[in-house]
């Protein structure tokens, strides 16, 4: 059973920072690519940010420049470095494990204006 476990989650005022942690279980965490999802309320889960297993990057366009996703694969964790955040960052996030399907419980962000 893969797991997947976020924390760094919290409330921060606008323009402050916080990084997401991601660690799994099990031996797959080099193989896969790796997700960023957010879900603000009343709105659908949104692609954040996307890693591969060979570390390259893609953002959505709402968060470039401003989100790094990274990974440490002999931690088994993948990061989400957000800067400069705004309230419209919001939201529930999530991280997804391609190779298995799987999600985690996913930690609040809350930014103050």
């Known amino acids: 059973q893969v797991q997947l476990v976020e924390s760094g989650g919290g409330v921060v005022q606008a323009g402050g920072s916080l990084r997401l942690s991601c660690a799994a279980s099990?031996?797959?965490?080099?193989?896969?690519?790796m997700n960023w999802y957010r879900q603000a309320p009343g709105k659908q889960r949104e692609l954040v940010a996307h890693i591969t297993s060979g570390g390259d990057t893609n953002y959505a366009d709402s968060v470039k420049g401003r989100f790094i996703i990274s990974r440490d694969n002999a931690k088994k964790t993948v990061y989400l470095q957000m800067n400069s955040l705004k309230p419209e960052d919001t939201a529930v996030y999530y991280c997804?494990?391609?190779?298995?399907?799987?999600w985690g419980q996913g930690t609040q962000v809350t930014v103050s204006s």
């Open positions: 997804y494990a391609l190779y298995s399907g799987s």
């Open positions: 099990g031996s797959f965490f080099s193989i896969t690519g």
